[in-house]
């Protein structure tokens, strides 16, 4: 088990907002950043959203993400096709020698 | 343009070795830290461990799942990071990927199989 705890899937129609729940301790989301990540099927991660609500360049403002306390969500507004894929959440945690966490991934469908 | 290529995967029994490299360019390798981050087939992702630069003296940390059995360096001279498996299990089977401190930049990946 990860752990950053996400739900395994998601789903909505084109054009709907859709939002990715992520939840941490204290020790990760709690006191550090949380970043976003896009994977396509057979790719690689893809950055979506960095230091709480960055987005790096060629990302849509569509992407959107906040936190709070120990939990942390990304939002996508204007939900389309292409943004099926797997979403992760990421955060380093500072118990121990220090780690990268992930959340276990949610599988978005557009329906 | 940032690249990150590994290379070096394949098949290994089980308590066989393997290393992995990973090539970088288009960055300042020698400035940025080096992370190797894992995926099963059809899991999640998980981090394995990193290695940070010259400037915090090369330090390694390493996921609890591999302490001991795997070990993380770099060549500057070659903008080269490495992944040193031993001890291989079947559960140590994913793609693993090199990426760039900060996670804005990943590796296509290079597939390790331990069977028998």
């Known amino acids: 088990q990860s752990v950053l705890t996400q739900p395994p899937s998601a789903s909505g129609t084109p054009g709907q907002r859709v939002t990715i729940p992520c939840s941490g301790s204290?020790?990760?989301?709690?006191?550090?950043?949380v970043d976003w990540y896009q994977q396509l099927p057979g790719t690689a991660p893809r950055l979506l959203i960095y230091?709480?609500?960055q987005r790096p360049s060629g990302v849509p403002d569509r992407f959107s993400a906040s936190k709070s306390g120990t939990s942390a969500s990304l939002a996508i507004s204007g939900l389309q096709s292409e943004d099926e894929a797997d979403y992760y959440c990421a955060a380093w945690d500072d118990s121990l020698d220090g780690f990268w966490v992930f959340g276990g991934g949610t599988k978005l469908t557009v329906l | 343009e940032v690249q990150l290529v590994e290379s070096g995967g394949g098949l290994v029994q089980p308590g066989g070795s393997l290393k992995l490299s990973c090539a970088a360019s288009g960055f300042t390798f020698s400035g940025s830290a080096i992370h190797w981050v894992r995926q099963a087939s059809g899991k999640g992702l998980d981090w394995v461990g990193h290695?940070?630069?010259?400037?915090?003296?090369?330090?390694?940390t390493y996921a609890g799942s591999v302490k001991g059995r795997f070990t993380i360096s770099r060549d500057d001279s070659k903008n080269t990071a490495f992944l040193q498996m031993s001890s291989l299990k079947t559960e140590d089977t994913a793609v693993y990927y090199c990426?760039?401190?900060?996670?804005?930049?990943w590796g296509q990946g290079t597939l390790v199989t331990v069977s028998s």
């Open positions: 204290s020790s990760n989301i709690g006191r550090n950043p």
């Open positions: 990426v760039r401190q900060g996670g804005g930049d």
């Open positions: 290695i940070t630069a010259k400037a915090n003296n090369y330090a390694t």
């Open positions: 230091s709480h609500n």
